[in-house]
């Protein structure tokens, strides 16, 4: 059974900064395409960051280039995203999800079929 479990979510004040993290159990991590999204209560599922299994191919939402970094420990099975400069647009519900395989090919919920919980970030301005 695949387990997906992010955490580091919380309250921030707007220019401060969080690492989230994934847990991922139940599949070989590292031969999974990982990605991280969020959702705002009456939108949409946005994806906000997406790795290829080698983290050679990134994709970041134009939002939160140059603030956010994905980045994943294929040992440890873990994904991370570090977020700095937050903004409090940035505010929802972050999720993590893992690709049935190794690549991406849109950075959407259709491409991922493995997913956490969700934990939420909360940036006060």
């Known amino acids: 059974q695949v387990q997906v479990v992010e955490s580091g979510g919380a309250l921030v004040q707007s220019g401060g900064s969080l690492t989230l993290s994934c847990t991922v159990s139940?599949?070989?991590?590292?031969?999974?395409?990982m990605g991280w999204f969020r959702q705002v209560e009456g939108k949409e599922r946005e994806g906000v960051s997406c790795?290829?299994?080698?983290?050679?191919?990134?994709y970041y939402t134009d939002s939160v280039k140059g603030r956010f970094t994905i980045s994943r420990d294929n040992a440890k099975n873990i994904l991370y995203l570090e977020m700095n400069n937050l903004k409090p647009e940035d505010t929802a519900t972050y999720y993590c999800?893992?690709?049935?395989?190794?690549?991406?090919?849109?950075?959407?919920?259709?491409?991922?079929?493995?997913w956490g919980q969700g934990t939420q970030v909360t940036v006060s301005s």
């Open positions: 790795l290829s299994w080698n983290g050679v191919r990134k």
């Open positions: 139940g599949l070989t991590f590292r031969g999974h395409a």
């Open positions: 999800a893992a690709a049935p395989i190794h690549y991406f090919s849109s950075c959407t919920e259709i491409d991922f079929g493995f």
